[in-house]
Nanobody
Framework: QVQLVESGGGFVQPGGSLRLSCVAS????????MAWYRQAPGEQRDLVAR???????DYADSVKGRFTISRDNAKNTVYLQMNSLKAEDTAVYYC?????????WGQGTQVTVSS
């Protein structure tokens, strides 16, 4: 069982930045594929960024060049650095850990981008 706790969400003006963090319990964090998803009201939950156990990353087209996912295995933490934020980035952001058939989600952190 893995527990994920997100933090770092909040309110920011367009063009601003936020850094989300997701801390995982357990001793095999380094083996998990970690990802950030987001879900806006009335919308489906979509992949934002993903990082493998070997550090390979991929991003949704809408965030490429603005968001950066990274991980610190020593701290059991995955980050999402979000720059040049837009109103359309407003959503609840969820952390996900996946390894073979195992799949865990955090409870989410709200990001609101508005002037």
């Amino acid at each position: 069982q893995v527990q994920l706790v997100e933090s770092g969400g909040g309110f920011v003006q367009p063009g601003g930045s936020l850094r989300l963090s997701c801390v995982a319990s357990g001793s095999i964090f380094s083996r998990y594929v970690m990802a950030w998803y987001r879900q806006a009201p009335g919308e489906q939950r979509d992949l934002v960024a993903r990082i493998t156990s070997t550090g390979n990353t991929d991003y949704a087209d809408s965030v490429k060049g603005r968001f950066t996912i990274s991980r610190d295995n020593a701290k059991n933490t995955v980050y999402l650095q979000m720059n040049s934020l837009k109103a359309e980035d407003t959503a609840v952001y969820y952390c996900r850990a996946a390894l073979t058939v195992f799949n865990y989600w955090g409870q989410g952190t709200q990001v609101t981008v508005s002037s």
